[in-house]
């Protein structure tokens, strides 16, 4: 068991609780920024792809769980500012402006859109909260045929490639320098996330979570932090939604539909609402099903000669991962990692209740 003994207030604010837990991150850093170097060898980049996704999930879902997992704003929207932060970027780049300014402009540009769209709701609560956002999403796609001049409409749009400094970058063609650069977005907004939350406009995120009337007690401008939390997700998710277009190659009406949205929110579900690390668990997840279920039907049509083709499978797999997490561990995967590590670290003191929910509201709450 390590205990950590703090002698300044800084220590409370430190990027890492200890210098262990440093060398830990040092070495996962090492561990996908090596990961390429397996791929060369074995010459298949197909996998390499399919990681490379995962990263790109897994921006979109810090940005989600920024929202829905520290402020504790349910969105079933995040689809839409995507969609904003892909067409954006494609325009721009047509336009001739460098991929180094039309990149971060198409989320900056996403999240105050995205932040103009969530004033008129800033006032709604839980369940209402999430059917305007899923109102949202669902005219996503009406919106896109309508702007066919700058998306394409039904007939979709192609992405052209990254050019950054005269250095082409396209995810069929050179699939390594678009992981690192994914990579490198990923790893960037972890940096920014992470200081975030120690900041007062952080710790003013996880009030309004806990409870909106006692923030307000405490003199936190809601509608000001909200609309804050609103605009960096909606950033997050448009540099997501941009990414996903380039590796998509081409989109459409029905890229970014309601499906995607409900996917997000249960990837941040079942990688633990709540904590950085559950954006990464729940992107491993969702990235990995669809994988999973296309090679495990090749491999019974191959040795059985079964011809398992059933539509649906992917989304009812989906809801069945989702309903086993909320009835049986509802802190996600990173949760039970927390919990395995807490009981080899308090054995034999480690009690069943520790981690246990609080099964109703706050009393302050209750007026609302």
Partial sequence: MRFVFKTSYD???SLFKHRAQAVWYGLLLLLVLATPLYFVAIGDAYLLGEITGILILAIAGMGLMLLTGHTGLPSLGHATFMAFGCYININMLGAGVPWVIAFP?????AGVLGTMIALPVLRLHGVYLALATLAMSMLTSDFVVIAEPWTGGIAGAAVPDINIFGMEINRYSTPYKFYYLVLFVAILLVWFYRNLLRTPTG??????????ISARAMGINLTR???????????????????????????????????MSITLLLMIVIGGLGFIHGAFFGAIVVGIIPVAIANGRSFLQSTFDMNVNVPGLESALFAFILICFILFEPMGLYGRWLKIRTYFELFPFYRKDMFKRQKSYLKTDRVQ
């Fill in 105 to 109: 402009l198409s989320g900056l540009i």
């Fill in 225 to 259: 932090t909200k609309a804050m939390s609103f605009f960096l997700s909606a950033t997050a998710a448009g540099l997501a939604g941009a990414l996903f277009g380039h590796s998509a190659g081409y989109v459409t009406n029905e890229t970014f539909d309601l499906v």
């Fill in 203 to 212: 710790r003013s995120f996880t009030a309004i979570r806990d409870s909106e």
């Fill in 11 to 13: 220590a409370d604010i």
